[in-house]
């Protein structure tokens, strides 16, 4: 039997092993970003690894059981990190780079609660569970980490629609401000609009790209995007996936324009939440 017990882990940090059998035991069989560390196993041989795993646990205090009885407690920061992260319907993908350092992780949603999920960098495959507090405490960590431009947008800089294709092809291929200027404008026809782009895009702070996920009761539905922050104008990019068009919109946004997208994205009214 699996109960709740009193915990006041700040960060709940499990080997791979480890959070596999407690999701499969809350019920989750759909963990985002994480392979399936027991595909082609045994019965005999995933009991012997739950066996082992469940040893770590209690060594944590993940798990507690009482001694001259068989009934195992789980805390409650352990239960609720798990249990948001593998059950929750609605979850948020993030990535960026910032000149030499790197950041990728989940975030996965509830009208409540917010859990982010990281990979450790450590040789062990391993995740750490942190409580992001509410959506809107959310979306305020994950701006945060982006060095966001606080320049006000030019109100004469509308939103820029390219083909994919060529974009992709044209920042690869042009260095310079002036060609990769020219480019872009021969594209969406918009010089001062191209100029401003290609500054961001030249002189760029951090890039990154994100993904909101939505499970449907069978899949995860997605939608995703891109952004690039400059020092004077910070652009999000919008664009067609594959086998539906050719097609890319960048549109400058403020901080607060950016926040107020995610916090959009990612609040939901409560009838639609699944927990």
Same mark, same amino acid.
């Given at each position: 039997m699996l109960t709740v017990h009193h915990s006041k882990q700040k960060v709940v940090t499990l080997e791979q092993t480890e959070l596999f059998f407690l999701a499969g035991i809350l019920g989750s069989d759909r963990l985002l970003g994480i392979e399936d560390p027991f595909l082609g196993y045994l &019965?005999? +041989?995933? !009991?012997?690894?739950?066996?082992?795993?469940?040893?770590?646990?209690? $060594?944590?205090?993940?798990?507690? =059981?009482?001694?001259? #009885? #068989?009934?195992?407690?789980? &805390?409650?920061?352990?239960?609720s990190r798990v249990a948001i992260a593998g059950l929750s319907s609605r979850a948020f993908r993030f990535q960026y780079e910032d000149k030499g350092s /790197?950041?990728?992780?989940?975030?996965?949603? %509830?009208?409540?609660?917010?859990?982010?999920?990281?990979?450790?960098?450590?040789? =062990?495959? %391993?995740?750490?569970? #942190? +409580?992001?507090?509410?959506?809107?405490?959310a979306c305020e960590a994950v701006v945060d980490k982006i060095k966001w431009s606080q320049e006000k947008i /030019?109100?004469?800089?509308?939103?820029?629609m390219f083909s994919k294709k060529k974009f992709y092809e044209n920042i690869k291929q042009y260095q310079e401000l002036d #060609?990769?200027?020219?480019?872009? !404008?021969? +594209?969406?026809?918009?010089? $001062?609009?191209?100029?401003a782009l290609a500054e961001t895009i030249i002189e760029k702070q951090t890039e990154g790209e994100f993904q909101l996920l939505v499970w449907n009761g069978q899949e995860w539905e997605s939608q995703s995007a891109a952004f690039i922050s400059g020092t004077s104008v910070n652009w999000l990019l919008r664009m067609s996936t594959m086998g539906k068009g050719d097609w890319l919109i960048a549109s400058p946004a403020t901080k607060e324009q950016f926040k107020e997208m995610l916090f959009d994205w990612l609040n939901q009214p409560l009838d639609q939440e699944e927990r």
């Open positions: &019965t005999d +041989d995933i !009991a012997k690894e739950w066996n082992k795993a469940k040893e770590a646990l209690l $060594q944590k205090g993940y798990l507690i =059981q009482d001694e001259g #009885s #068989s009934e195992i407690t789980m &805390t409650p920061t352990v239960f /790197s950041y990728e992780g989940y975030l996965h949603c %509830t009208n409540e609660r917010v859990v982010e999920v990281t990979r450790a960098h450590e040789e =062990q495959v %391993t995740y750490q569970l #942190s +409580d992001l507090g509410n959506v809107e405490q /030019s109100e004469n800089i509308p939103a820029l #060609s990769l200027s020219q480019a872009l !404008a021969e +594209d969406c026809h918009d010089r $001062q609009g191209a100029h």
